[in-house]
């Protein structure tokens, strides 16, 4: 085989060894690599179009396969194609929530662009990064790293295979290193290439064998733990397809649709599958119509949703409050990002809980979720469909971009079993009232087609019938009907998750997806108050959760404390107060919570 | 399904109007009632979608399904609707700030779209509901309080925005013509795809000199066309009183299905299993 001989040769020629500045006792050239790991991060980036994440997308499915957890993000400029993109990817023998802070492997297909990235994604102490040297050199934060550097003709290996693609043969250099079995890997590229006729499989495989070949001499480096034995079935999904999921479980028949950055992908996760289930996906001509026509169509009887970002939820508010008035169930998926105004699209934030919560004009009773997790997002999507036919009210999801485009290998959810029903209207001969008033708050809701349920549905204050009214006695009677509905609906044990000793001295506070970084922060002697509910706020669930609590750290990804003040505005907390919050993109991590932890001494 | 013998009354609530006297839109609401006996669909089979100003008001002085939103939204509502719902009739009704200011992109796309619903705009030079200001289809030198001396600006051409936009269906009608209107309004709503009718609707209080207008229509001299290029030159080239239908188009209608069926949604798992 000539592609064997040649790639062997290249290796031989072009393999170059860089020790730099590794401090490591007994002076070994390399880090203590060989006891296996727990936790595995690496990260492979490359210009865009090379397929840098698709090689992070098959080691991350290779490793479910096996029986691994783990977690793979993306990282990419604003450019379509052409500027930096990199998959990061952390493996792990438990569940994994957030990306590792540092990565023990770095797979370079090139460095174009790398200055602009590269600080986001550090090379652990005694880490090792692989590079083509006809790709230049490493960029300065690189080579000033306590890291090896190992030089790896990927490209020239991969010209040899004919249809090589240098991706694949990064996939195999990381395969080999953290111990994935080839057949495992090439199951997994199989699949994928399958479809592209055999030759594209064979020389997938070829790839990922030179890859694997390449890697030996750098091995024993990083590897994995074995898996532990897998007790229930494993997905491998993102965020914004488990929230497309739950939404389809939930109830939801319809959706409008407006692209934008990150919610685009939970749009394009419901096309088909709507389609598959009988239900139908409308595109619109901006977040104005989007709105509307998830209005309408959930007017006609059908749950509706739509899903943007934080311009697009800001686009929405005014027909967000007719929702509210005119009592239509609906349902707003907000994939949250770096704001104000454009931001940074492809980045996370947890900015928009201010205006989820207040940016309605007038007082428009509704709700506010926030899934704590990629997986929360399955039941927080369902659980959305389920309050807003309940309530027939808007509910706002707060998703943000670190869950909704996270990729993660998880447990299948438990299923969860809602009697989600809209109060139906039966005709009794008498004349129908829309908008009665009820005890619970919720009224009868007649659908176009049945007779004598005819009504207008409307966002000028109106009687009981639905007929415009401007007297006061109706905007009393309707305001508080619409307030009541939610005050007295019983949430049950879903506000919030709940995690450490009862009473302990020490909280964490905080809401949707900082929940994760604050679940691997945890100690000991330390509680982890997560809220899914965030309007209305639930104070009789949050002021028994924190008895005994001495201190209270509020986490949260935004620059103002959005969650703190907004907890404030309810209800006082208990002991001494703190708060670990910032802009984005630079996540708060793990790390970061426990040390703000230790540092807080008890006094 | 449909109902032979329905009566205009029986599509008539007995909301009381809060229109001036005198104003086109009452005669825009009996026409619309009597298309809709004319038509055979009981009224809880037809939803009625509007916006803001005062021709929106109408949904509720109907007996049929109604819903009136926020301004210039009345299109989109009414897109969501058909398309969950194709069994319904649809009604999209609205005024000219309504439909051609705040909502004017909204009408460029659904007449894209070409859904199956019938868009009503009752034309009237005037933002009335908030006492005289200038429209998009108001004359550039009307004056007003807003914009002393007038906008300056060109009118819109809604017929000529519609059919360069996809429409399937354009015609022009005045209010004072109840019979004339009567007849369109049925004709769009039986024609598939998206129908557009302007109805020139005088608002006598802010518009006293559109009370003239009944002087000045006149009905097109002649046939209809399928032919959009002409019907462009001819809507182009009128004087803007010209009446019926303009333009009958055969574009085939948005479609999607939709299903009553719960769906198997465990089968939309298996793709996520590894």
Redesign the interface.
Known sequence: MLRALNYRKLVLEYMIWVNRQIHHAGGSRMADTRSARENVSFAVVGTGGKGAITAGAILL?AA??GGWHGLLTRSVGPQIRGGEAAALVRLATKPAFTMARDFNILVALDWKNADRFISAMPVARGGLVIADPASGSAPRAVQEASCTIAEVPIAALAKEIGGGRENMVAVGLVARLVGLEEEAVMEVIAARLGRKGRAAVDSGRACLEAGMEAAEALVPAFPLAPAPERDS?????TGN?AMG?GL??GGI??A?AYPITPATDLLEYLAP?L??????L?Q???E???I???????????P?VTATSGPGLALMM??L??AAA?ETPVVVVDVMRVGPSTGIATKSEQSDLNIAVHGFHGDAPHVVLAPLGVADCLFVGQWAVHLAESLQTPVIVLSDQSIGQARV?ID?PADMQFLTRRKAFRATGEPYLRYALTADGVSPM?I?????????????THAQS???SSAAKDQSEQMAKRARKIELFDFGDYWGEIEGPEEAETVILTWGSMAGAAREALGGDTRLIALRLISPLPVGQIQPALKGAKRVLLVEQNASGQLYRHIRAHMDLPGEVRQLNREGPDLIGPQEIAATLRDWSPA | MNKPNLKASDFKSD?TPIWCPGCGDFHVLMSITRALAATGR????V???SGIGCSS?I??YT????????H??A???????????P??TVLALSGDGDGFSIGG??F??ACRRNIDMTYIVMDNRVYGMTKGQPSPTTEPDWDSALSPGGTGLSPFHPLVIALASGANFVAREFSGDIKGCTATIAEAIRHPGFSFVEILSPCVTFRPDEREWKGKVHKASVPETDDPARAARRIMTDDGMNTGILYRGKRRPYH??????????A???TR???
């Open positions: 499915e479910g396969k079935p494993r997905w491998l999904i397809e999921l389809l479980r028949r319809f409008a599958a389609s598959r289930i009988g239900g139908a409308l619109a001509e901006d104005l119509a989007s509307n026509m998830a209005l309408g169509a959930s007017f006609g009887g059908r509706s005014e027909s409050g007719l005119s290998v299948r007649a176009p087609g049945q007779p004598g349920g005819q009504y207008t549905a409307d966002g000028l639905g007929a415009p | 909301l009981p009224p809880e089979q939803a009625a979608i008001r949904p509720a007996n049929c399904y109604g819903f009136h939103g926020v210039g939204r299109l989109p509502v009414a897109a969501g609707l058909k398309v969950a719902r069994d319904l992109n909204h460029l796309h999607t299905s939709v299903s009553d069926e719960a769906g198997d949604i089968a939309l798992e996520f299993e590894i």
